[in-house]
């Protein structure tokens, strides 16, 4: 399946609007995670990841969960993240586990439980990285077990979940209607494949 440019424009404007998000989400955690722990903080997780269940949701092309969450990383990077080029490596790994889910569907479903189990993958993808970066004597089995579990949770309510919502909130906008998104679903409704969506 080729990108139209629209899709391409699409995810590197929400690419950068997550990226910057990310950045903001992250001088957060700082704080959080001092008052209250990095386990406990690591209920803030999902955020990291809603890049990519948004924009697969909308474009629903091979590679947009991935794609997204490395724009993303990389915009939080260069706009000046404390976490450093490892955002780029995190990226990474938490894209390559949402991608994970659309394609084991073929990427042909795109429910809320898919985009949620995108968001779960996306923290195991976070937490292979963070075992290979620290290693496993890094974590009691308790706070591994702990920060495993927190991370899922949130991945599927912060990462799935809030990138539905964000999407749907786009389309009654009415700026989504050229994308893959908004023609599936006037399919399904027997409304037909407009002209307009084969720009």
Request: a positive charge; hydrophobic letters at 55%.
């Amino acid at each position: 399946m080729s990108w139209k440019m629209r899709e391409v424009v699409l995810t590197v404007v929400l690419s950068i609007a997550c990226g910057v998000l990310y950045l903001g989400w992250s001088t957060l955690w700082l704080p959080i995670s001092a008052l209250i722990g990095p386990v406990g903080a690591e209920v803030m997780f999902g955020v990291w990841v809603v890049a990519s269940p948004l924009i697969a949701y909308i474009v629903r092309k091979p590679g947009a969960a991935l794609i997204a969450e490395l724009a993303a990383a990389a915009v939080e990077v260069f706009t000046g993240s404390h976490f450093g080029l490892s955002s780029l490596l995190i990226g990474f790994f938490q894209g390559l586990g949402a991608e994970l889910a659309f394609f084991l569907f073929g990427y042909k479903k795109y429910s809320l439980p898919v985009l949620m189990l995108s968001g779960v993958l996306a923290a195991v993808g976070s937490m292979i990285y963070s075992l290979l970066a620290n290693g496993f004597g890094y974590y009691t089995p308790g706070v591994l077990a702990a920060t495993f579990a927190l991370r899922i949770v949130s991945g599927a309510i912060l990462g799935g979940v809030l990138g539905k919502l964000i999407a749907e909130s786009l389309a009654k906008t009415g700026i989504l209607q050229q994308y893959e998104m908004m023609r599936q679903r006037r399919q399904q409704r027997g409304e037909g494949y407009d002209s307009v969506s084969r720009m």
